[in-house]
């Protein structure tokens, strides 16, 4: 079939002015109009309607909103990415189009669930797959969002609740570590003291705090154990610790979400959680199987080292300890890729076996996969999802967190906040935060989330924390506050010759580290060929100590191309340690401590897309051969031939999409010199927060200040179909 639509589309492809996918969607499309009650030209605005459906997709949205709030049709010119003498090309194509009687009258486009390419539901037009994965998975969650335990009529209430509250306040003991190092680190006013009590101890009510008693056991105390009056004298009813909170809403849910910035705890807090999971069911005469999976293996080792430290430090029994789980997992493990195919072992046919499953980084989680994901759960199983809801969204399709997460204002309702408080014994929290979701209809998805608001890492002397608060807000004022007090953790550098070749230098320094520990193998210490279990062991731990150094530092580019961007610094920075003789390329593509990320998922190998390995030379082998060191998940390591190895790159760069579910020690990160759609609020926070001691921001400051404007919005239905 050829229309005049057809007809501009194939030539804006040719131009590279569309993508060739939308174009090629729009012909299979005209290929299955005939039949259609449409005339020629209502036909024309309907393909170039399915070629812009095409693109929104690739541009992470899951539809298409054919209205604006104020009721103006879409500029479909505009979504297509056509602007000046190719958009009066397309306009007269469209701009008359009913788009309430067109998708109706097409047999093409269905309302309820019909099997046919795209679906309408009065506002967005979808590609059928995406309809089905949103209106899934707001079912799935709307079914998770009913309280699991502790309901009203259920005679054991009182009894559990307190079991609950005993256990929590054990788990979440007030902790004065960081108010008793604050008052010893410098002289302090009693304004000052009183300020560091509100800010260490969660204090939200302090109207009937006697702070001349308060503070004469401030101004006394020698030791840690001197602060303890503080129990009685600052009660737990003026305060309200989030962590807690969290761990309660979860503990009443069989869905929760658990959201906050770097260092705000949300690893401690879903320990402490499962401990009390763990503790409430062998109550009731069973451990409970619980799984820890991420999105990426780097994440999911993250996750399995946080979860580690966190189980050693809770203050409970051994036993108790010995059950919470420390490894985790990719999710694509957990459900079983298939080699060679997109689907999975598990599913609602054959779900997963547990219990319990927490999702870390839910942010990068796109929308496809956590359909996948809740529909492989178990009708009985508890589902946690961590992240921080302001960082990137995946790169595939939705937002998934973000718009679960747009109902943290709503606040909870009555009922909920009302249990929360009898959980943790925060009388504030039925008060305050239960009243906010009368002024907005209220989700019951609402009842499941928690943000936390206090970040352990960054404190008040932190720029790493202030400045990505104030990129966060928005505000450029925030923005030039930060530089201007001088923090010593943050450095701003103009974007120059000078600058540049200086972070060149600065990384050549920071890589070394991993290049002199790759090449300090004491070959004394080899082990004969007769032990080759042992040889694992050693190259193994070797190749651990080598990735540990090598993740101490990173450089993070917005970009992919030319100089600013991850190819062009991957290239310089290897010619630049090559001239340092710390590595000896020889022209070759693989050379003794080559860093890669793999691009492309391999499930045959077990190795993933964001999974970093360094190349070395095995010389426990008898051929001295280069492998490639991945290290897994569960600790492991695996060695790979560099032949062998998935699509990768050369990882000294790397974007800041891929940096995500990563942390550095020092992050040096660079902004193109011209302004770019790419450069978004949500990238630039994103990338701050990968550093955790010091951060190294080459940029022009007009770029990030006009990047931190633009908020990332993706279109979808999801917000709209959990309000019901």
């Not at 039949?35 to 949205?61: C, I, T, Y």
């Not at 600013?564 to 390329?585: M, Y």
């Not at 390995?613 to 426990?620: A, N, P, S, V």
Request: contains cysteine.
């Amino acid at each position: 079939m050829s229309t005049q639509a057809l007809d501009v589309l194939a030539r804006l492809a040719k131009q590279g002015s569309i993508r060739q996918l939308d174009y090629q969607f729009a012909r299979f499309v005209a290929s299955l109009l005939s039949g259609d009650e449409l005339s020629a030209e209502e036909k024309s605005a309907f393909l170039l309607l399915v070629a812009a459906v095409s693109a929104e997709l690739g541009k992470g949205n899951i539809c298409l909103a054919l209205w604006d709030s104020h009721g103006s049709s879409v500029d479909l010119s505009a979504k297509l990415g056509l602007y000046g003498e190719a958009a009066l090309a397309v306009n007269p194509l469209w701009v008359n189009a009913d788009w309430n009687r067109i998708l109706p009258n097409s047999k093409l486009v269905g309302l309820q669930g019909e099997a046919v390419p795209l679906m309408f539901d009065g506002q967005r037009l979808y590609l059928h797959r995406y309809w089905h994965y949103e209106v899934t998975l707001a079912h799935r969650l709307q079914s998770f969002g009913s309280p699991m335990i502790l309901k009203p009529t259920d005679v054991q209430k009182p009894i559990q609740a307190q079991k609950l509250r005993e256990l929590l306040d054990v788990l979440f003991e007030r902790d004065y570590r960081f108010l008793f190092k604050a008052l010893k680190s410098s002289e302090t006013s009693q304004v000052s003291r009183q300020r560091m009590v509100c800010d260490f101890l969660d204090v939200v009510d302090d109207g009937q705090l006697n702070w001349t008693a308060i503070d004469a056991v401030l101004t006394s105390v020698q030791r840690m154990e001197d602060l303890q009056p503080l129990n009685t004298l600052v009660p737990a009813s003026s305060c309200l610790n989030w962590q807690k909170v969290a761990a309660a809403v979860a503990l009443t849910r069989r869905f929760a979400v658990i959201s906050g910035g770097p260092g705000t705890g949300k690893t401690t807090t879903v320990t402490k959680l499962l401990a009390a999971l763990i503790r409430q069911s062998q109550q009731q005469g069973h451990t409970p199987n619980i799984k820890l999976v991420a999105p990426t293996g780097k994440a999911a080792a993250r996750l399995t080292e946080s979860i580690g430290k966190a189980v050693e430090s809770l203050a409970v029994e051994p036993d108790l300890k010995s059950a919470i789980p420390t490894t985790s997992s990719t999710i694509h493990r957990l459900l079983g890729a298939i080699p060679g195919s997109a689907e999975f072992r598990h599913h609602n046919k054959n779900p997963l076996h547990l219990d319990v499953l927490v999702v870390d980084e839910a942010s990068m989680v796109d929308l496809s996969m956590m359909v996948k994901l809740v529909d492989a759960l178990p009708s009985h199983a508890r589902l946690i999802l961590l992240g921080d809801k302001d960082q990137l969204a995946s790169v595939e399709a939705g937002a998934v967190l973000g718009d679960i997460c747009s109902f943290i204002d709503n606040g909870y309702s009555a009922a909920q906040g009302k249990l929360l408080s009898e959980l943790t014994g925060f009388h504030t929290l039925g008060n305050s935060v239960s009243s906010t979701h009368s002024k907005t209809s209220h989700s019951s998805v609402a009842d499941s989330l928690c943000m936390l608001q206090k970040s352990y890492r960054f404190d008040a002397r932190s720029g790493i924390g202030q400045l990505a608060k104030a990129i966060n807000s928005g505000r450029a004022a925030k923005v030039d506050e930060v530089w201007n007090q001088d923090f010593s953790d943050i450095n701003h550098y103009p974007l120059s010759s000078d600058n540049y070749n200086q972070m060149i230098k600065s990384l050549v320094d920071a890589y070394s580290v991993y290049l002199q520990r790759a090449g300090k193998r004491n070959k004394a210490d080899v082990i004969t060929d007769a032990v080759e279990s042992l040889q694992l062991e050693t190259m193994a731990s070797e190749a651990k100590a080598v990735l540990k150094a090598f993740s101490q530092s990173r450089l993070l580019c917005a970009v992919r191309e030319g100089d600013f961007g991850v190819l062009g610094l991957n290239h310089r920075i290897e010619r630049a340690l090559a001239a340092r003789n710390l590595i000896k390329t020889q022209q070759e593509l693989w050379y003794h401590g080559r860093p890669v990320m793999v691009t492309l998922n391999d499930h045959a190998l077990g190795l993933y897309n964001g999974d970093i390995g360094i190349c070395m030379r095995d010389e426990e082998d008898a051929e001295q051969r280069l492998k490639v060191y991945f290290e897994l998940p569960d600790g492991s390591v695996k060695a790979v031939l560099p032949s062998r190895v998935p699509q990768h790159e050369t990882a000294f760069a790397m974007t800041i999409h891929k940096s995500q579910g990563s942390e550095f020690e020092f992050t040096a990160m660079i902004l193109p010199p011209e302004y770019s759609p790419i450069v978004t609020r949500e990238l630039i926070y994103t990338g701050i927060t990968r550093a955790k001691e010091r951060l190294a921001l080459y940029c022009d400051i007009g770029v990030l200040k006009r990047g931190i404007q633009f908020k990332t919005e993706r279109a979808s239905g999801l917000v709209e179909r959990l309000k019901g």
